[in-house]
């Protein structure tokens, strides 16, 4: 999780610095992969759960348009178990995190750190992928904070995709050098979802694009403890299960009402309440006591929530990991947005950029900003979010659940049960 504080222009060169400096050692090495036949494609981006789920679309699109290619997937390890048994790639190779300026005590020790993390990542290269890639893409239209980018350098692939680092200012600063890591780059393009921003990538390749909804994957093991968990609760059969996700990275994005929302739904509804707190467990503890019928899910594989989610009813929840997979579960989703009517169009909170697809949906918003901020709420707290009335947020959950129609929605299948 990246600090709340808006970086200035010489943490962001400080940022980018180490990325040129392994590249220029790396440089002298490069040497282009010579190869007959379908290319070989590493796809290198680790992100959050959320960005992983609109990022299966491109996966999806980018296996059609190269059906006999060698696919192989760089992540994170938050999302290697969502990547694991995706259907359109060969391989996984999952990164642990790169180390936080915040969890040392001075900015030496943490270069150091830094070092020996570039260090591993040209080792992984030299091992796994030098001369067994032609195209490397890094999908990432913002900024690159992991150093995604190095790794398609590394690699060295004869052939580099990816976005520019002119497509926002804090890019060009963070990323600054990172045009020169790429054979193709991409320029900014207009406005729109995350989702087709990776899709233009498969546009500009030649290819079309015939499907552009997200989805998650499970296993017959996953379904079986995800049943498990529905029967210890009592919640199967035509019960309607609605889910809150409660919890988010960023605490501007975080609605602190859904114990209030869930009384004034009970008085209108018939339903069990489904917490996934994110982090939140206090909060999800707070709403058990006052709501006994609530349910949390704890300590929960990925794969096992989207399966759960996959049965209930309504998700409704923040901009946050759990709401994108359960939109990609073919749940129906509320977001709760921390974006005023009237905000930015591309901010980060923005739900016509990061909103969920591949559901039936409704956005709520502020009304209007609170206090001072502007373009977008940039505040550590909730904040612009409190704007979101419960009373209000419990009548439009009551009208779009009345619009959905149904008591209970019958299992979704997975796509590609392993």
């Known amino acids: 999780m990246r600090s709340e504080v808006s970086p200035g222009r010489l943490d962001l060169l400080r940022l980018a610095l180490p990325t040129l400096a392994v590249a220029a050692l790396a440089w002298p090495r490069r040497r282009r992969t010579a190869h007959a036949g379908p290319p070989r494609i590493l796809v290198a981006r680790w992100d959050g759960i959320g960005d992983f789920v609109l990022m299966s679309p491109f996966l999806r699109e980018l296996r059609r348009k190269y059906p006999d290619s060698r696919i192989t997937l760089l992540v994170g390890e938050n999302v290697a178990q969502f990547a694991e048994v995706c259907p359109y790639v060969d391989s996984v190779i999952a990164l642990s995190p790169e180390p936080k300026k915040e969890d040392f005590s001075s900015y030496s020790k943490y270069l150091?750190?830094?070092?020996?993390?570039?260090?591993?990542?040209?080792?992984?290269?030299?091992?796994?992928?030098?001369?067994?890639?032609?195209?490397?893409?890094?999908?990432?239209?913002?900024?690159?904070?992991?150093?995604?980018?190095?790794?398609?350098?590394?690699?060295?692939?004869?052939?580099?995709?990816?976005?520019?680092?002119?497509?926002?200012?804090?890019?060009?600063?963070?990323?600054?050098?990172?045009?020169?890591?790429?054979?193709?780059?991409?320029?900014?393009?207009?406005?729109?979802?995350?989702?087709?921003?990776?899709?233009?990538?498969?546009?500009?390749?030649?290819?079309?694009?015939?499907?552009s909804t997200p989805e998650v994957w499970w296993t017959p093991d996953d379904k079986h403890q995800a049943d498990r968990f529905l029967d210890e609760h009592k919640l199967g059969g035509g019960s309607r299960i609605i889910a809150f996700g409660i919890g988010a990275v960023k605490p501007r994005r975080r609605w602190p009402f859904y114990g209030n929302l869930i009384g004034l739904l009970s008085q209108a509804l018939e339903f069990r309440p489904l917490l996934l707190s994110g982090g939140e467990e206090g909060i999800a503890r707070q709403i058990v006591a006052a709501h006994p019928s609530a349910v949390p899910m704890e300590r929960m594989s990925w794969r096992v929530v989207a399966s759960v989610l996959s049965r209930c009813s309504l998700f409704v929840g923040n901009n946050s990991g759990p709401i994108h997979v359960a939109a990609a579960a073919r749940c129906p989703v509320i977001e709760i947005s921390g974006h005023p009517v009237g905000g930015r169009l591309g901010h980060e909170n923005d739900p016509e950029r990061f909103g969920p697809l591949g559901a039936q949906r409704l956005i709520i918003r502020p009304k209007g900003f609170a206090d001072d901020c502007k373009g977008g709420c940039e505040r550590n707290t909730p904040h612009c979010i409190t704007g979101i009335k419960p009373e209000e947020a419990a009548s439009e959950v009551v009208r779009f659940a009345e619009s959905i129609g149904g008591a209970a929605i019958e299992s979704r299948e997975c796509k590609a049960p392993l």
């Open 112 to 211: 150091l750190a830094l070092a020996r993390y570039a260090k591993d990542l040209m080792a992984l290269a030299d091992r796994n992928l030098q001369g067994k890639v032609d195209l490397a893409i890094q999908p990432r239209w913002d900024m690159d904070w992991q150093r995604a980018t190095l790794m398609t350098f590394l690699c060295r692939a004869s052939r580099r995709i990816g976005y520019t680092a002119g497509t926002s200012p804090t890019k060009a600063w963070g990323n600054f050098g990172h045009n020169w890591l790429f054979t193709d780059v991409l320029p900014a393009g207009i406005h729109q979802h995350e989702v087709e921003r990776s899709l233009d990538i498969i546009r500009y390749l030649g290819g079309s694009v015939e499907d």
